[in-house]
Structure formats: C-alpha cells, structure tokens
T-cell receptor, first 114, second 113 residues
Framework: KAGVTQTPRYLIKTRGQQVTLSCSPI?????VSWYQQTPGQGLQFLFE???????NKGNFPGRFSGRQFSNSRSEMNVSTLELGDSALYLC?????????????FGPGTRLLVL | SQQGEEDPQALSIQEGENATMNCSYK?????LQWYRQNSGRGLVHLIL?????REKHSGRLRVTLDTSKKSSSLLITASRAADTASYFC?????????????FGKGTKLTVNP
C-alpha cells in the first residue's frame, strides 16, 4: 500500500495570508490526524477526523481548521498566518483510532511564514 | 500536564553500544507508544505497549512499562549509525471523557560510527 502523502512539501507564505495543506491517508484508513511540530513546543495535536467528522480537537485558535472528504483525504487550513505558525505540519492516518493503534505519518509540510 | 517527558534530551553513543531512553508521565494511561523521527521527516511508529503489559520486544528494540512508577524505557541494543534519530514517547489516556494522545519532546540520539 502507498504511504501517507502530504502536499505540498514546502511552502513559503507571508503574514496575513492563508494556506491549505492536503493529506491523503493510507488506503482503507478512516482516521486522519494533524499535528504541528516546532522546536519550542514539540509535537502538538491539532485535530482528528473520522468519517468526515471532527472527532478530537487540540488547543489551537480558530484560525486552524480542517475537513475530511468522503474518500478520507483531509485538508487543513490556516487563515491570517502569523510568524509563529512556521512549523512542520504532520498528517497521520490510522484504521479507526489514533490512540489505540499504530499511526502512520506522512513526510510533513514545512511551512515558513515571513 | 500529562505530557510524557523523555530523558535524556540528547544521547551520543558509539556504534555497537546500547542506548536507553526513558519516558515519565503523570497520570494513568491506556497505552504508551514510541516513535522515531529522522531529521525533519515524519514519525515512524516503533512499539505500542498497553497498560497491562510490562515488556515488549521488536527486533533490537525492548520497551518496558512500569505503571507504578509511571515510567517507560526504550532500549536499542547493538546500535547502528542508522539509528541516529529523535525518539518520542506518546501517552494515551482519558481526559474529560475523550481519548488523548500526547507526545513528549523527544530524545535526540546520535550514534557515531
């Protein structure tokens, strides 16, 4: 099976812009989670989607949003970008529950906000 | 917070030596997971150990869990230069009626050839 894919791999934006990142999970996986990784804060959970519904949400402002499509592909959107949003954004998929089973991570999208 | 904390933050060893990393946490967990991350890339799942298990093996990896001490350790035996990476523990627990999975900040392992 193909692994988790994320597009784009690298992105440069300026403050105030918005960005959309995409994640395609492993075929058959219905749970997709998003994480933000920075040197200072480490790996922080953004949200998890299962069958097109947000199942869990981390402590991020409303500028961060996501959605999942019927084919389990997921997108996350960050509006009104801030310098502090510069990070590696990781997507992970699992069959049904990210907490109880193996998560498979994509390579990440590295976002730089200038 | 419930966040698992890895110890040490950084570890440098010679090829062939064993590497031990520890993870401590604060409240009861359902399971604990270890992941590896090569520089700037996605994480790779290594092992999941449930709260009723005490030890698990996978190849050169050995994970132990001591729920009385709220700690886990990851042992990599006969290390190789390719083991150079950051290693994270993640704890799964119930909070406010929902499942949480929280990652620690990791141990950066360097294996010198």
């Amino acid at each position: 099976k193909a692994g988790v894919t994320q597009t784009p791999r690298y992105l440069i934006k300026t403050r105030g812009q918005q960005v959309t990142l995409s994640c395609s999970p492993i075929s058959g996986h219905r749970s997709v989670s998003w994480y933000q990784q920075t040197p200072g804060q480490g790996l922080q959970f953004l949200f998890e989607y299962f069958s097109e519904t947000q199942r869990n949400k981390g402590n991020f402002p409303g500028r961060f949003s996501g959605r999942q499509f019927s084919n389990s592909r997921s997108e996350m959107n960050v509006s009104t970008l801030e310098l502090g949003d510069s990070a590696l954004y990781l997507c992970a998929s699992s069959f049904w529950d990210r907490s109880q089973e193996t998560q498979y991570f994509g390579p990440g999208t590295r976002l730089l906000v200038l | 917070s419930q966040q698992g904390e890895e110890d040490p933050q950084a570890l440098s060893i010679q090829e062939g030596e064993n590497a031990t990393m520890n993870c401590s946490y604060k409240t009861s967990i359902n399971n604990l997971q270890w992941y590896r991350q090569n520089s700037g890339r996605g994480l790779v799942h290594l092992i999941l150990i449930r709260s009723n298990e005490r030890e698990k093996h996978s190849g050169r990896l050995r994970v132990t869990l001591d729920t009385s001490k709220k700690s886990s350790s990851l042992l990599i035996t006969a290390s190789r230069a390719a083991d150079t990476a950051s290693y994270f523990c993640a704890t799964n627990f119930l909070q406010g009626g929902s499942e949480k999975l929280v990652f620690g900040k990791g141990t950066k392992l360097t294996v010198n050839p």
